[in-house]
């Protein structure tokens, strides 16, 4: 499975608590990122480069930054893909 998080509302995520796998933040979701990681300490966080250099937040150890290339890749091959808006 590959979650797609585009929110900065973090009650949707309660329910995947125990997921640990790799998650995808997107829009308005990047700002939450440090959040997001100390709150669910086993998600594997990733940020597209063009999200990360249009939010204007800082580098951190809370993600990491990907090529559009490579999120596809984890779409294509990770299943289901669920996008929490």
């Not at 800082?58 to 808006?85: F, G, M, R």
Request: net charge negative.
């Amino acid at each position: 499975m590959f979650i797609q998080i585009l929110t900065d509302d973090l009650r949707p995520l309660q329910q995947y608590e125990s997921y640990e796998g790799p998650v995808i933040l997107l829009q308005d979701a990047v700002y939450v990122a440090k959040e997001i990681k100390v709150s669910y300490p086993g998600f594997n966080v990733y940020m597209l480069e063009s999200e990360f250099l249009a939010s204007g937040i800082k580098t951190s150890d809370y993600y990491n930054i990907i090529q559009p290339e490579q999120w596809v890749e984890l779409c294509a091959n990770l299943h289901p893909v669920l996008t929490i808006q």
